[in-house]
């Protein structure tokens, strides 16, 4: 069973949907969460970090985080065709000693116009 | 905002050719990664440092080396380069910080035929 759980899609969504993307995770060690977006031929880039159950807000993208169920959550609001990319959630415990991430097989997202 | 670049977006090579990929990140970030991303295995880390002419093998370093002589620069070398190292390569650098996010440059398509 992999650590983080990502459904690949693709999600196929009408513009100014509300999207909602997820993951699941086994590790309770896992502290720190983060989402990238990626878009096709590019390098991932950070959306969202958060490191504590509940939600962070950021314009359109809100990341929700419940350690209790490992369960973790983007939501985007008023989706755009430019928000069509892949998403990857990462996430990493506290300890300086293992700096890399486990990332999530990521999900393609495409909004129709 | 963190800047990190690699030296080529996209790279042709030979079976047996040495290949050198470079990465540069202008944070003063401790920490450097190495990545490839294949359709359907996701991000794998090939190696990562955490400090000049430090490294540690991550899940795929087999016929992979690193090298990072300077703090900013961190550079993969694939000695003997075969088909199956057709890959996207992603570099990463991330603070020395607990927890932690990572930010990756634009990555560097390798095609070895």
């Known amino acids: 069973q992999k650590e983080v759980e990502q459904d690949p899609g693709p999600l196929s969504v009408p513009e100014g949907a509300i999207v909602s993307l997820n993951c699941t995770y086994s590790?309770?060690?896992?502290?720190?969460f983060m989402w990238y977006r990626q878009y096709s031929r590019k390098g991932p880039e950070l959306l969202m970090y958060?490191?504590?159950?509940g939600n962070k807000e950021d314009g359109r993208f809100t990341a929700q985080v419940d350690k209790s169920s490992k369960y973790i959550s983007l939501f985007i609001r008023d989706s755009q065709p430019s928000d069509s990319a892949t998403y990857l959630c990462?996430?990493?415990?506290?300890?300086?000693?293992?700096?890399?991430?486990?990332f999530g097989s990521g999900t393609r997202l495409q909004v129709q116009p | 905002d963190v800047k990190v670049t690699q030296s080529s977006r996209y790279l042709v090579k030979r079976t047996g050719e040495k290949v050198f990929l470079e990465c540069v990140q202008d944070m003063d970030h401790e920490n450097m990664f190495w990545y490839r991303q294949d359709p359907g295995l996701g991000l794998r880390l090939i190696y990562f440092?955490?400090?000049?002419?430090?490294?540690e093998k991550g899940d795929i370093p087999e016929g992979y080396s690193v090298s990072r002589e300077k703090k900013e620069r961190f550079s993969l070398i694939l000695e003997s380069a075969s088909t199956n190292q057709t890959s996207m390569y992603l570099c990463?650098?991330?603070?020395?910080?607990?927890?932690?996010?990572?930010?990756f440059g634009p990555g560097t398509r390798l095609t070895v035929l």
């Open positions: 590790n309770s060690a896992f502290q720190y």
């Open positions: 958060t490191y504590s159950s």
């Open positions: 440092s955490y400090d000049v002419k430090m490294k």
């Open positions: 990463a650098s991330s603070p020395g910080l607990a927890g932690a996010p990572q930010f």
């Open positions: 990462a996430m990493r415990g506290a300890t300086v000693g293992r700096r890399a991430l486990t």
